[in-house]
Structure formats: C-alpha cells, structure tokens
C-alpha cells in the first residue's frame, strides 16, 4: 500500500522540487490504495512541497447548462476528481474565482496564482492561473491521466489565437467567499481538441519537457510549463490545425 512516504519518494524521483510550484491532474483510482486515503495523498503534497505551491484544478463547466448559471466559490463541486473536491474543503485552501475553469491552490504563490482568474473573459486567459502558472515556471503533474486531460494546453491555444476553439460568451453570477456577487462574462471551450493533445508527446519528450515516473501506483508525466508552452507554440505555429477536433472538420 501507498504511504505519505513512498508518495513523496515517488515526486522526489519524478523531479519535483519542494520549491516548485505543481500543478496536478489526478485519478485517485490510478494512484492506487494510499494509506489515510485521498487526505493522505493532499498531506503528501502539501508536505513535500514545503516552500512551493500546490495547485489543483476544481473545474465547473457543467454550471454552463443552469439557468442562470452560478458559481459560488464556496460551495460550487469541483467535477474533475476525488482529489480536487477533496483539497478545495481543506483549511488554508484560496479558490480562484472563475465559473468554468477554477483552480484551489495553498502555498507561497497561492494567492498570486488565484488573484486575477475574474478578470478573463475564456477559459483560460492570459490573466488566468494557467497562465500564471507559466510565469512561475511550475510544473505539472498529469498523476493517472494523459495528455487529453491537460487543461494548460487548452491555454496554449489561447495564448496563440488559435481558431474555434471558444464558445458563445454568456453571462455568470459569481458568488464571493464573503457572500457578495458580481457577473462575470465567459465562455466554454468548444468542441473536444484535448482528445488529440496526445499527439504532441513525442515532440514535449524531445524537448526536455516531459519526462515519465510514477505517482503511487499510477503511471505519471511531469511537464514543465514553460518548456511545454515553446515547444507547442513552435508546433502550432506549423501547424494550428494540429489538434483539431476530427468531429468539428468542415466537409
């Protein structure tokens, strides 16, 4: 069984420094049984990266089919893991105010990371924790998931303006932690080009910016976010239609 101990070994080996600030994507299935459960693995983390910053996605995109659609930075799930929904209930947690593409992040970089999430109008703009995840030079650690579940790519494309990959903007009610409410303009990603983010792997590993472990019992791909942003920059620039949805193809 998996440890607080073994799990830390385990980011030690991957490369994760206890500086660094992560960013991770998770199946607690994959990562296996863990002794003290998805709370242990948080305690791993959070212990591990001891003047870093652990970021964690808690992304709502289901709230776009409510009528009208509210986030609540208290109350609103995270539906993308056991993981995620379990470190956003955590003391010490700060959520970044975004209704689609939140992040909940602890550390010495927590707020600076959460501050600005309300000020995009996509997903995942260039004032947004994925992008400020970049200008960290953090990392990020796909723990049980590939490549189609990497959100920062998503904010690759929309760092380079790369064509349909927005929705129609629509209108948020976006609820406070300290109970006041604003709107909030956004809108969803459109279609599903993350099913073909994979294509791009061979290309991050040559570049230095991937590289392969372990995390429990889970297979693991640590990213640095800085490399992975040049290296798919280069790539789209070529080829922008390089992760086009197949579904979406026009004729």
């Known amino acids: 069984m998996n440890t607080i101990i073994s799990l830390q070994q385990d980011l030690a080996a991957l490369g994760v420094k206890p500086q660094d600030t992560l960013l991770m994507h998770s199946s607690m299935k994959a990562i296996g049984p863990v002794e003290g459960g998805a709370e242990a693995v948080l305690d791993a983390l959070t212990g591990y990266l001891k003047g870093g910053t652990l970021v964690l996605p808690t ?3 289901k709230i776009i ?3 009208p659609p509210v986030f609540d930075a208290r109350k609103t799930p995270s539906i993308v893991g056991l993981l995620t929904e379990t470190f956003r209930k955590r003391p010490g947690i700060v959520r970044s105010l975004h209704p689609t593409h939140s992040v909940a992040a602890i550390g010495s970089k927590a707020d600076f990371i959460v501050s600005e999430d309300h000020l995009n109008t996509t997903p995942c703009g260039e004032r947004s924790a994925w992008h400020k995840l970049m200008e960290l ?3 990020i650690l796909m723990a049980g998931c590939g490549l189609n579940r990497c959100t920062f790519i998503h904010g690759v494309e929309e760092w380079l303006d790369i064509p349909n990959r927005l929705g129609e903007q629509m209108d948020f009610i976006m609820d406070r932690p300290d ?4 709107t909030m303009r956004s809108c969803p990603h459109r279609g599903q080009p993350s099913e073909q983010f994979p294509k791009a792997q061979a290309a991050l590993e040559q570049a230095g910016a991937l590289s392969h472990g ?3 019992s889970a297979d693991a791909l640590l990213l640095d976010a800085r490399k992975t942003y040049e290296t798919l920059k280069t790539l789209l620039r070529k080829d922008p239609q390089l992760f086009d949805d197949p579904d979406l193809a026009e004729g």
């Open 65 to 67: 089919d409510d009528k």
């Open 59 to 61: 992304l709502s995109w």
């Open 137 to 139: 030079n953090g990392k």
């Open 179 to 182: 109970g006041s409410s604003f």
């Open 214 to 216: 372990k995390f429990g």
